[in-house]
C-alpha cells in the first residue's frame, strides 16, 4: 500500500533538517524528534525500576512496566526488552512510552535494559549487558513478579538484533529457557545487500548510510568475519531457537532480512510468525502520536 500519508509528510519536513555534526548530537536529536512522535501516555499497571550485575561489576539499570489492570501480586508473564538505536543511541527514558503501550498490548511485564552502547562499549559489550540482564531476572524472578517459565525477549532494530542474538546465546550457553522472540524490524546483517536496502536506501527516515554508520560503531572494521552473534542472519544453525514473532516494515531497508530470517528459521523447524506492516517505515514503534496507523505494530504485537 502507499506510504502512510502522514509518513510522508514528517519525512518530506525532515529532509530538509541540516545533518547531526557529532554523535553527541545525533544522540540528542533522535532523542528529542523521536519523543515528539510518541503521543499521549498510556494507562500503566505501574513502572519500578531496578538492576542486575553485570560480570565487570557494572549495575544494569531494568525498568519494568505493568499493564495496566493486572492483578496486583501475581506473577506474569514477562518480557526482556532491547531497545533500538543502532547500537550506539536510545535510552529507557525514549522507549518509556512505547514499552509501556507494549506492556499493556501483550499482558506482559517490559523489562526494558539499559544497556551500555557503542562506541563507548563496543559489541560484544551491549549483547552482554542484555544476555547478563536476562539471566538475573530468572534468577531473582520472584522479586521482579514475574513467571520464569513464560519469559520472552524481545527488541527493536539493533534492539531486535540484540534480542535474536540472545535467544541463540540462551541455546548455546544453556542458559535460561525463552518462551518467544519479538524481533520488530531488526537489524540481522552487515551485508546491506538487500533488494530493500537499494530500494529504500534514502528518504524514508532510516538510510543506508546511517545503518553503515551504526554498524561500524557497533562492530568496527568491515573486513571483520561474520559472527553469529553479532549478525544472527547469518548463524549456521538456528533450530532449538524459540518460537518468533517478526515484523517488517513496508518502507524499510531492513525489511528484506527480517523476512530472510524468519524464512530461515521455519526451514529450521522453528515456529514463526511473520508479518509486514502496511506503509510503515522504521522505527514506527515511535509514531503513535504521528499517525494513528503506527497502533497496527501494537495490534499485531499483541
Given at each position: 500500500?502507499?506510504?502512510?500519508?502522514?509518513?510522508?509528510?514528517?519525512?518530506?519536513?525532515?529532509?530538509?533538517?541540516?545533518a547531526?555534526a557529532?554523535?553527541?548530537?545525533?544522540r540528542?536529536?533522535?532523542h528529542?524528534?523521536?519523543?515528539?512522535?510518541q503521543?499521549?501516555?498510556?494507562?500503566?499497571g505501574?513502572?519500578?525500576?531496578?538492576w542486575?550485575?553485570?560480570?565487570?561489576g557494572?549495575?544494569?539499570?531494568?525498568?519494568?512496566?505493568t499493564?495496566g489492570?493486572?492483578?496486583?501480586?501475581?506473577?506474569?508473564?514477562?518480557?526482556?526488552?532491547?531497545?533500538?538505536?543502532?547500537w550506539c543511541?536510545g535510552?529507557?527514558?525514549?522507549?518509556d512510552?512505547p514499552?509501556?503501550?507494549l506492556?499493556?498490548?501483550?499482558?506482559?511485564?517490559?523489562?526494558?535494559?539499559?544497556?551500555?552502547?557503542?562506541?563507548?562499549y563496543?559489541y560484544?559489550r551491549?549483547?552482554e549487558?542484555v544476555?547478563?540482564a536476562l539471566?538475573?531476572?530468572?534468577e531473582r524472578?520472584?522479586?521482579?513478579?514475574?513467571?520464569?517459565?513464560r519469559?520472552?525477549?524481545?527488541?527493536?532494530?539493533?534492539?531486535?538484533n540484540l534480542?535474536?542474538a540472545v535467544a541463540?546465546l540462551a541455546?548455546?550457553?544453556k542458559?535460561?529457557?525463552?518462551?518467544h522472540?519479538?524481533?520488530?524490524?531488526?537489524?540481522l546483517s552487515?551485508?546491506m545487500?538487500?533488494?530493500?536496502?537499494?530500494?529504500?536506501?534514502?528518504?524514508?527516515y532510516?538510510?543506508?548510510?546511517v545503518?553503515?554508520?551504526?554498524?561500524?560503531?557497533?562492530?568496527?572494521?568491515a573486513?571483520?568475519?561474520q559472527?553469529?552473534y553479532a549478525?544472527?542472519?547469518?548463524?549456521?544453525?538456528l533450530?532449538?531457537l524459540?518460537?518468533a514473532?517478526i515484523?517488517?516494515c513496508?518502507?524499510?531497508?531492513?525489511?528484506?532480512?527480517?523476512e530472510?530470517?524468519?524464512?530461515?528459521?521455519?526451514?529450521?523447524?522453528?515456529?514463526v510468525?511473520?508479518?509486514?506492516?502496511p506503509?510503515?517505515?522504521?522505527?514506527c514503534?515511535?509514531?503513535l502520536g504521528l499517525t494513528p496507523?503506527a497502533?497496527?505494530?501494537?495490534?499485531?504485537v499483541?
Open positions: 500500500m502507499p506510504l502512510d500519508p502522514q509518513i510522508a509528510r514528517f519525512l518530506a519536513e525532515a529532509a530538509q533538517a541540516p547531526p557529532s554523535l553527541s548530537e545525533m540528542e536529536v533522535a528529542a524528534g523521536l519523543l515528539a512522535l503521543g499521549e501516555a498510556e494507562a500503566s505501574g513502572v519500578r525500576d531496578g542486575v550485575t553485570a560480570d565487570d557494572r549495575a544494569i539499570a531494568i525498568r519494568a512496566y499493564p489492570g493486572a492483578t496486583p501480586g501475581e506473577p506474569l508473564p514477562a518480557m526482556l526488552y532491547a531497545h533500538g538505536g543502532g543511541l535510552s529507557l527514558a525514549l522507549y512510552r514499552c509501556q503501550a506492556a499493556n498490548a501483550t499482558g506482559r511485564v517490559i523489562l526494558s535494559v539499559d544497556y551500555r552502547l557503542a562506541p563507548e563496543p560484544p551491549p549483547l549487558d544476555y547478563q539471566c538475573g531476572v530468572v524472578a520472584d522479586e521482579w513478579g514475574v513467571d520464569v517459565a519469559m520472552a525477549v524481545g527488541g527493536d532494530s539493533a534492539g531486535g534480542a535474536a541463540l541455546r548455546d550457553r542458559g535460561p529457557q525463552i518462551e522472540q519479538l524481533l520488530l524490524y531488526p537489524a552487515r551485508a545487500d538487500t533488494a530493500s536496502y537499494k530500494e529504500y536506501a534514502q528518504g524514508y532510516l538510510t543506508r548510510e545503518m553503515a554508520f551504526c554498524w561500524n560503531t557497533y562492530l568496527g572494521e573486513d571483520k568475519p559472527d553469529p549478525e544472527p542472519l547469518h548463524a549456521p544453525m533450530q532449538r524459540p518460537p514473532t515484523l517488517s513496508e518502507y524499510d531497508p531492513l525489511r528484506d532480512e527480517a530472510l530470517y524468519a524464512k530461515r528459521l521455519q526451514e529450521a523447524g522453528v515456529a510468525r511473520c508479518e509486514r506492516l506503509g510503515m517505515v522504521h522505527a514503534i515511535h509514531m496507523a497502533r497496527v505494530l501494537f495490534d499485531k499483541g
